[in-house]
């Protein structure tokens, strides 16, 4: 599928450590992007890299489980939320390992949880009616990601139309004559802020041509525009929030 965006970066990658496509493949270079998307996703922690995900309300076959199907594009978990059937919300501010949650005489219960492999286990056991909410920083789509053709896609214009003649046009609906390709996926990383993407691809580049001192710089560099971004963010907060303080004088004598 045309993937006009992500591989005028892989050009860019080329461009960057003066080498083409014969010495920096398409693999090549594919793998890079993803192990300084990985990186990325790791280190970054800013607001569009947040989502929020609501479970559906747990009902009679529900009732009672300990666990919670985490959402796969998750990469850090920031809160988690129950809210009651009367309108109560509570949340699990005790992350535990595995052996005092598992400790019967653990004095952690209510509110407590753990992340195993793709699972939550939470203390207490859902109750009829509890909504749960989970907020986390998650993983963009795949860089070269594209969307399927299908019917909401077409009606919501991420399709485009082509001919049969174009080997990645797939014909929709099937038997009507018209084709469609599916337009790139939106990614904040690549499209907002390819910086990262880049810089971090670019290092990769030079350490597999076996120039660690460049590839060191290009790490240095990646790692500053990350620390920049985390810090607009804590600056943000910190901004637009209220702090109060109070003072409590004792009575003189």
Not at 56 to 77: C, F, H, N, R, Y
Request: charged letters at 30%.
């Amino acid at each position: 599928m045309p993937t006009p965006l992500y591989d005028s970066l892989k050009d860019k990658i080329r461009d960057w450590a003066n080498r083409d496509s014969s010495i920096l493949t398409d693999p090549l270079v594919s793998d890079f992007l993803d192990y300084s998307a990985d990186e990325s996703y790791r280190k970054l922690r800013i607001p569009p890299l947040e989502n929020t995900y609501t479970y559906p309300a747990v009902d009679s076959l529900t009732e009672g489980e300990e666990t919670l199907q985490i959402p796969p594009d998750t990469s850090k978990i920031i809160s988690i939320t129950r809210t009651e059937s009367d309108g109560k919300r509570y949340v699990f501010d005790k992350k535990l390992d595995i052996n005092t949650f598992l400790d019967e005489d653990s004095n952690y219960e209510n509110g407590s949880y753990i992340w195993r492999g793709e699972l939550l286990f939470l203390k207490p056991k859902a109750a009829l009616g509890d909504v749960y909410e989970i907020h986390y920083y998650r993983r963009l789509p795949d860089l070269d990601a594209v969307y399927d053709v299908n019917q909401s896609n077409l009606d919501a214009g991420l399709l485009t139309q082509t001919t049969s003649s174009d080997p990645d046009g797939e014909e929709f609906p099937v038997g009507s004559g018209t084709y469609y390709y599916g337009n790139e996926v939106a990614n904040w990383l690549r499209d907002e802020n390819e910086r990262c993407l880049l810089l971090g691809a670019v290092a990769y580049a030079f350490a597999y041509l076996g120039d660690e001192q460049r590839s060191d710089l290009f790490l240095r560099k990646r790692d500053e525009i990350v620390q920049e971004l985390n810090q607009e963010e804590v600056w943000r907060k910190v901004h637009y929030s209220s702090n109060t303080v109070s003072y409590d004088f004792p009575e003189l004598g």
